[in-house]
């Protein structure tokens, strides 16, 4: 009988994981430069966690399940909901702010197609009891940092704010019902809907217009500035874009202008506050985002003090197809510094004992086992990238050396065992 991986899931072999220990290795030491540290969450949580947010209907888009004691529990769709229940049950007399990050796996019933898959993976990060500007612009500068750190070719960060949009609403005094359904029509880019919406609630074609003044701005501050013009006498719609403005600011001082300002996204999950921004490839077509996030509060669905929180998430499996969409290489290290060759199967005792002794340095090994003729052995190692080749023979044994032919210049020296760690390291 053939198995195959189920649907929605892949198999990663050497040069994938490869590729995805360097990028993800790169991305957790710009996080850990910002002084954010790691946590973790299960796989599986209880289903309630994910349905109290987002109605009984997600459990058509997720993995979930009964166990043996009948309890409710679904496979984790992101990674959000478990960071707000992991700082409910632990960390909520921890002092503020509180910088984490986490990567992990998640699942969604979905149907797989380029860049979505059933099982993916999400790196993300979370501020949690920060001043407000501070963090939103910090965290952007992390994330920019993250990605001009992989190299890749083309990314645009995208800033905006949800305040503006919903003060304008509250000002033409629209239930927060109507007004999720407005924003997800334009999170979503459905303007003919958007358009219907406001046609629905008697919004008049004046009022209409402010409306999309707000979804069509686009560029800078100067747009802000501009913007606010048309709203003199909505204060709530005027304190969101002098909000914009200094969060926007404060990125500047971290060394960044590169952004885009664009109050059209919506982010259509419903506990983002004000802030939010998205960072797209444009190589990856219909999926282009890569990075989403914004400031907001999860932690009133744990009856627990209402705390803002400023985090995103990277779509990591887009960023690999990002990379070979791009064509670009990514720079992974060698796995084996160092392959040893015994020239006679008898050899094999000394071959281990200056593994070990190397090993002990930390110097990566592998040994010839299986007997194979040098030329197919320095084959192995020129296929594979491994820098140093370790060649053990009779002779030199007696004479206590070994000869190491360096695989980048060719060279080829005899060498004592004393100097095998200097020859190796210098």
Not at 201 to 208: A, F, G, N, V
Not at 300 to 312: A, L, P, R
Not at 319 to 344: C, F, G, K, M, S
Not at 362 to 381: E, Q, R, T
């Amino acid at each position: 009988m053939e198995f195959n991986n189920p649907r929605g899931t892949r198999d990663f072999l050497f040069e994938d994981m490869d590729e995805r220990r360097s990028i993800e290795n790169s991305i957790r030491s710009t996080f850990e430069s910002y002084g954010f540290r790691e946590v973790k969450t299960p796989i599986f949580e209880d289903l309630k966690l994910f349905t109290e947010r987002s109605g009984e209907g997600i459990k058509n888009e997720i993995y979930h399940f009964q166990d043996k004691g009948n309890r409710d529990l679904a496979l984790r769709p992101e990674l959000t909901a478990s960071i707000a229940r992991l700082y409910d049950n632990n960390l909520q007399k921890t002092a503020k702010p509180i910088k984490m990050y986490y990567y992990g796996s998640c699942f969604r019933y979905e149907r797989p197609q380029a860049g979505r898959f059933r099982q993916f993976w999400q790196f993300g990060c979370e501020v949690i009891g920060g001043n407000p500007i501070d963090s939103e612009a910090e965290i952007v500068s992390m994330a920019n940092d993250a990605l001009s750190k992989l190299n890749l070719d083309e990314y645009n960060i995208h800033i905006g704010h949800l305040g503006i949009i919903r003060g304008i609403l509250n000002y033409f005094n629209i239930d927060s019902d109507n007004q999720q359904k407005i924003i997800a029509s334009i999170d979503k880019e459905e303007y003919d809907l958007l358009n219907n919406l406001l046609d629905e609630l008697s919004i008049d074609e004046s009022d209409k217009q402010l409306i999309y003044k707000i979804v069509e701005c686009k560029g800078s501050i100067d747009d802000l500035n501009d913007l606010k013009s048309y709203f003199n006498d909505i204060d709530e719609c005027i304190n969101a874009i002098n909000n914009l403005i200094g969060i926007l600011l404060r990125i500047e001082d971290f060394g960044f202008k590169d952004y885009v300002v664009d109050l059209s996204i919506a982010r259509g999950l419903d506990y983002y506050t004000g802030f939010v921004f998205e960072i797209y490839v444009p190589s990856l077509g219909a999926e282009k985002q890569i990075t989403g996030g914004g400031t907001y509060n999860l932690n009133e669905m744990f009856n627990s003090e209402y705390i803002e929180s400023t985090g995103f998430a990277i779509g990591f499996d887009r960023i690999i197809e990002a990379y070979h969409r791009q064509n670009t290489p990514i720079n992974t290290d060698n796995t084996i510094d160092v392959l040893i060759i015994p020239l006679d199967q008898n050899l094999k005792s000394e071959a281990i004992k200056i593994s070990q002794t190397l090993r002990k340095e930390n110097i990566s090994v592998d040994i010839d086992f299986k007997g194979k003729k040098l030329k197919k052995n320095l084959s192995y190692a020129n296929i594979h990238n491994i820098p140093y080749v370790i060649i053990i023979g009779k002779k030199e044994v007696e004479n206590n050396t070994v000869t190491i032919k360096d695989m980048n210049s060719g060279n080829q020296e005899s060498i004592t065992y004393n100097n095998i760690i200097k020859y190796i390291k210098k």
